[in-house]
């Protein structure tokens, strides 16, 4: 069975595989996403509640006027503004709450992921907005066994220490009070292949993940770049890519790409064209939708809901799950699309 998904082109393999999970959960569907705009999401939600499924949201509630961009030039720091798309997400966090959804808010949340009482889940780079869902190129990979456990674990813990938040979309509905008790990511076991960016953030308050430190999602994206051989292939696709970001030693990330390079490694790397960087002495490929996020080579890889910036290693709440070998051959494939559809 496979166990790589993905949206490409007429392709939607991933789509479909968060809406047969949503339709075959019976009991319960957790669901962690930045937006929830997409109408046929939505409306698989909804239906859900109809046959008595309960939901459990946890999502920004600001949406993506909640993140942090920082100027290439300069340095500054600044919010996104407002958008139609984040009026949209609040119309429909209000449609699931009006129906009887449980609804949780988490400043700096950018992770995306999908868990049902059957057993099954997702890890993705798919946001629950139309372009996502039936538009522009995206990744998953099917959670199960001990990485769906500590998913689970993760988003209870999360869900159940929310920041402090009076969401509105025309009218206030609810008002959430920070708990007593805050985030402490001590308390997750780490035992799985899920590997996190779990820390403080400059969006919205913040205060949920004030204590936080964890940032192993970028150590495994650092030590599968640098342990990289000579002779061997290192794939990487990512939205947008910083090269100056840190990783886990102090080394930037163009660093370690110029010095895989220098040590004979073959890259291959597609990033969004409108996100455009340039490494000196390395070639990226520009792809015109790309919105998918993984990082491998032959032996090792992990698929992850961030990018390859300082905000995603530092900052929020992103989420990655190493691969076996199946899923890194499954996803070479994809990659290899992408980068076809860029000489195109």
Not at 42 to 60: K, M, P, W
Request: glycine residues 8%; contains cysteine; hydrophobic residues 40%.
């Amino acid at each position: 069975m496979n166990s790589i998904f993905y949206n490409n082109n007429a392709e939607r393999n991933l789509t479909d595989e968060v809406i047969r999970q949503i339709r075959t959960a019976k009991m319960w569907v957790k669901a962690c996403n930045l937006l929830f705009d997409d109408p046929d999401i939505l409306r698989e939600l909804l239906d859900a509640l109809d046959r008595g499924v309960a939901i459990f949201i946890l999502t920004n509630l600001e949406g993506v006027s909640g993140e942090v961009y920082t100027e290439n030039l300069t340095g500054k720091k600044h919010h996104a503004k407002q958008t139609i798309q984040n009026l949209f997400h609040s119309q429909a966090i209000k449609r699931l709450y009006q129906a009887g959804a449980h609804i949780s808010g988490l400043d700096g949340l950018h992770a995306k992921f999908l868990l049902t009482n059957v057993g099954t889940g997702v890890i993705t780079s798919l946001n629950f907005t139309p372009n996502s869902v039936g538009k522009i190129s995206e990744l998953g990979v099917l959670l199960d066994g001990k990485e769906f456990d500590e998913a689970e674990e993760i988003f209870d813990h999360l869900f159940l220490r929310p920041d402090r938040f009076r969401f509105a979309s025309y009218d206030t509905h609810f008002s959430y009070a920070r708990p007593s008790e805050t985030i402490d990511s001590g308390r997750l076991s780490r035992l799985s292949k899920i590997k996190l960016t779990l820390a403080p953030t400059g969006r919205g308050r913040g205060e949920a993940l004030a204590e936080c430190d964890i940032h192993d999602l970028r150590d495994e994206i650092f030590d599968i770049i640098n342990s990289t051989s000579s002779g061997e292939d290192l794939f990487i696709a990512t939205y947008s890519l910083g090269p100056q970001a840190v990783g886990p030693n102090g080394g930037k990330l163009s660093d370690a790409l110029i010095n895989a390079k220098k040590r004979g490694v073959h890259l291959s790397i597609v990033m969004r064209e409108e996100k455009r960087q340039i490494v000196k002495g390395v070639f990226i490929h520009y792809h015109k939708d790309n919105h998918a996020k993984i990082v491998m080579n032959s032996r090792r890889g992990i698929l992850f809901t961030g990018n390859l910036t300082t905000e995603s290693f530092e900052n929020g709440f992103d989420l990655g799950v190493t691969l076996t070998p199946e899923q890194i051959s499954e996803a070479r494939n994809f990659i290899e699309k992408l980068i076809e559809q860029t000489m195109q």
